[in-house]
């Protein structure tokens, strides 16, 4: 009964409590869990738009199963990423998100382009490469997360004028999920995590 008079206060002062689920580690393993989490929220705010990361499109196929009528956009890695000319998204797979619905963006990553040419070349670092190192504080995802969210509204699949979840991860599969208020590269600082549903505890 206090614990309901609490919870009432907490409401009445304009706060809230939500559970963040925290993975012991990151990696694919947690990918199945993180999209139902993702799918929870999605429902209990009325959320539409759905962005996930997925560079084979295993987690994208996933992803498509399970947001089935939802807006969803699946961000690959750029051609290129592993290798001169290289797509890492599979051919079947590719096929498979686009027959659940889902939507395909693959593009430059805002946080690297021109600028990881720069670090590669010239060892140094720029202030998009130090805002991704920042957001790893929180996990690799986090950074993912972000960056994923700028470039589909750059593409204009995602609205900015409402909240979306971004789903990404560390390597394969996703281990990180969060609401954000969304906003185009160029006004990046717009941006608002609003939440974070899912995360790994630690980096390795």
């Known amino acids: 009964m206090l614990n309901e008079w609490f919870k009432g206060i ?17 990696g694919e393993e947690n990918t199945e869990e993180v999209l139902m989490l993702a799918k ?23 992803a498509s199963e399970i947001f089935k009528g939802y807006n969803l956009v699946v961000v690959t890695h750029h051609a290129g990423f592993r290798g001169p000319g290289i797509q890492e998204l599979t051919d079947e797979n590719r096929r498979k998100i686009e027959e659940n619905g889902g939507k395909i963006f693959t593009g430059t990553h805002i946080f690297a382009g021109v600028e990881r040419a720069i670090r590669n070349k010239f060892n140094t670092a720029y202030p998009a490469e130090i805002m991704a190192q920042t957001l790893r504080l929180f996990c690799e995802g986090m950074k993912v997360a972000v960056e994923i969210v700028a470039m589909a509204a750059d593409a204009g699949l995602i609205p900015v004028d409402r909240e979306v979840i971004s789903i990404a991860g560390t390597g ?22 609003k939440e974070i549903i899912a995360k790994p505890r630690s980096k390795q």
């Open 172 to 193: 394969r599969g996703a281990d990180t999920a969060i609401v954000v208020q969304p906003a185009n590269s160029s006004r990046i600082f717009d941006m608002v995590i």
């Open 40 to 62: 929870k929220r999605a429902e209990e705010l009325g959320i539409r738009d759905i962005v996930v990361a997925s560079t084979r499109g295993f987690t994208g196929v996933k």
């Open 10 to 26: 907490r409401v009445l002062m304009g706060s809230i409590e939500k559970t963040i689920v925290y993975f012991s580690n990151p």
